[in-house]
């Protein structure tokens, strides 16, 4: 369970070559029917996440309820140690699917806000936000930075999130003069720190994204956050989407606060706080940095890693690579990305796919979700040795992200994680990137579409 999987190991021996397929012989690979919408279909699955979500509720009602009658009489519950044992179970598994279900909703205003489901604008971003609203997600700010992330991916200059801390972040010396100790001193910490520190981010993570953006692109000045129209993060002509966002945030809360008010904040933390906490664990989570931390006497080491269960996997891992501008083009950042089976089926059924098939998304964002298997099935031929999967064990592969991807270098054009030693999993193969440019590769005739007939919407 806790090992490798065989993919991962399988790239870890074989020294990395850029991909030179272009982006049209991907375009070309996939049948152009499933790249339509189908309103009905989506529709269904949106109804189906509320539906559990709504169920799950009422299982979370009926909890004392079935506890207090011994389940119908069918188990005899005489101790109260029996008693505390079937409460604390039936409420553990409420807070797992709940939390699950939450997640769905984010999931899937996730592919709202790619406009994937619909024809209509106002049924995207209308259904996006009330489902975004429910689980206190800002839809149209998330949105805004989210669709300039698919942008850039990967990209050491340009991206929006899941930017990697370079060696000068946290005052290394030159790789060619740094010591054991030196990396020791910075970034060493104990297994237990470790586990401690990333409950703690699982825990906050999200909301330093939003209010901080903590690991976001660098290019933006410090202040920098999803709730102020005038942030950085927007442009003009998003202002407003930025402002009903902030309503619908407090609108929710408001909601929140009247439900503790009628039945309590015991209540509140049972229904709703711990499983938001727990949609926050699989879906976005970010990390901390001790350069932006108050005065105090928090730990160095607290800055090493980032967080998250599902989509700081996609983009973080010591076998992929990221660009700086003169080796980064749209194909090589969208595949720069790794596929992942979070979760078995749950994954598959609740997370509507954004981990199975996350490479395909980056290629094919305005796909719907329930046609990304087919569009993987169909990229990962041309794509061959530069398709990346991982059967790891996700919290393994959560874990080794967590302490193995810790700075890049701040030099080069192609680079890799490195640990808290200053080691890289993986190099770029010897003479591959000049070979490359000698044959005449180029950014723009790697992403030229221009021959590729129209997608179907």
């Known amino acids: 369970m806790f090992k490798n999987g065989p993919e991962y190991d399988e790239r870890l021996a074989r020294p990395f070559v850029p991909p030179t397929i272009t982006l049209k012989e991907l375009h070309d690979a996939v049948p152009k029917h499933v790249l339509q919408k189908d309103p009905l279909r989506s529709t269904g699955y949106v109804l189906r996440d509320v539906f559990f979500c709504l169920l799950f509720f009422a299982f979370g009602a009926s909890i004392e309820r079935l506890v207090s009658s011994?389940?119908?009489?069918?188990v005899p519950l005489s101790a109260p140690w029996q008693v505390s044992l079937a409460r604390s179970t039936l409420w553990l598994i409420y807070w797992w699917w709940q939390g699950i279900a939450f997640a769905s909703f984010f999931c899937i205003a996730h592919e709202l806000?790619?406009?994937t489901l619909y024809h209509s604008w106002w049924a995207n971003n209308i259904l996006g936000f009330l489902l975004d609203t429910f689980v206190l997600a800002p839809f149209f700010a998330w949105k805004a930075?989210?669709?300039?992330h698919h942008k850039a991916v990967n990209s050491v200059e340009r991206d929006e999130n899941y930017v990697p801390h370079l060696r000068s972040h946290y005052d290394l010396p030159p790789k060619e003069r740094a010591s054991t100790a030196d990396y020791a001193e910075v970034l060493e910490e104990t297994p237990l720190f470790t586990m401690i520190r990333m409950f703690v981010m699982q825990a906050m993570g999200w909301w330093l994204y939003l209010t901080c953006n903590k690991l976001g692109s660098k290019m933006y000045p410090k202040g920098t956050n999803h709730f102020s129209p005038y942030s950085a993060l927007f442009k003009k002509e998003q202002r407003m989407g930025i402002f009903i966002s902030d309503v619908g945030l407090i609108a929710m809360m408001s909601l929140l606060y009247l439900f503790a008010?009628?039945?309590?904040?015991?209540a509140l933390v049972m229904y709703y706080i711990i499983p938001y906490v727990l949609c926050n664990h699989w879906c976005v989570l970010l990390p901390f940095s001790y350069d932006d931390a108050p005065e105090s006497d928090l730990d160095p080491s607290f800055a090493i890693g980032s967080v998250m269960?599902?989509?700081?996997?996609h983009h973080s891992d010591p076998t992929?690579?990221?660009y700086r501008r003169e080796e980064w083009s749209f194909l090589r950042g969208a595949a720069a990305t790794v596929d992942r089976p979070t979760l078995g089926w749950i994954g598959r059924f609740f997370f509507h796919?954004?981990?199975h098939d996350h490479v395909a998304h980056h290629f094919f964002s305005h796909v719907p979700f329930y046609n990304q298997p087919a569009v993987t099935e169909a990229i990962r031929r041309v794509l061959g040795e530069h398709y990346n999967y991982d059967s790891t064990n996700t919290f393994y592969a959560l874990y080794r992200s967590f302490t193995e991807c810790v700075f890049i270098e701040d030099e080069g054009a192609i680079v890799f994680y490195k640990n808290k030693w200053g080691d890289a999993a993986r190099e770029v193969a010897d003479g591959a990137v000049a070979a490359i440019k000698e044959a005449g590769w180029k950014q723009e005739k790697q992403d030229d579409l221009s021959d590729t007939e129209p997608d179907c919407e």
Not at 70 to 74: A, E, R, T, V
Not at 261 to 266: A, C, Q, V
Not at 309 to 313: G, Q
């Open 145 to 148: 930075s989210h669709n300039a």
């Open 309 to 313: 269960m599902i989509t700081f996997l």
């Open 353 to 355: 796919n954004v981990a």
């Open 113 to 115: 806000g790619h406009g």
């Open 261 to 266: 008010r009628s039945f309590g904040w015991k």
């Open 320 to 322: 992929i690579p990221h």
């Open 70 to 74: 011994s389940f119908g009489g069918l």
